[in-house]
């Protein structure tokens, strides 16, 4: 286990979980001072480090791809994610989405406040 993970187990007094990231907030990955060291999830670290970015059609495709082959149990696929996006522009309800599509209305949220399919 990675030095600074040590140190913020031993800060915070548990472990933390698989899921956990520990951000260096300026960078520097020797600097592993407290006031450098922040606990964040890993969706909320990857959405951090990848605001502003603009994906080439290219690699949206090869991210296609990549997702359905890492998640072939999908229940919704990248078309349905944009038919989505514009029922919620064209101000239809969220359950009335998550019904027609048949998931659960919490990961239509996801969806419009960016947590989920951001790449999309």
């Given at each position: 286990m990675?030095n ?18 520990v951000?260096?907030?300026?960078g ?7 006031e ?8 909320e ?8 970015k603009?994906y080439s059609?290219?690699?949206?495709d ?10 072939p ?7 349905d994610v944009?038919?989505?996006r514009?029922m919620?522009?064209d ?7 998550a ?5 659960n209305k ?11 399919w951001?790449?999309?």
């Amino acid at each position: 286990m990675a030095n600074y993970r040590k140190i913020v187990e031993n800060l915070i007094g548990r472990k933390l979980s698989r899921h956990d990231v520990v951000h260096h907030k300026d960078g520097n990955h020797e600097n592993n001072s407290v006031e450098n060291l922040e606990i964040m999830s890993l969706s909320e670290h990857s959405r951090m480090h990848n605001k502003g970015k603009v994906y080439s059609p290219e690699t949206i495709d090869k991210l296609q791809k990549k997702s359905r082959q890492a998640r072939p149990g999908a229940i919704i696929a990248i078309e349905d994610v944009r038919d989505i996006r514009k029922m919620l522009k064209d101000g239809i309800k969220q359950y009335l989405i998550a019904f027609a599509f048949g998931i659960n209305k919490r990961t239509v949220n996801d969806i419009n406040c960016g947590r989920s399919w951001t790449w999309a």
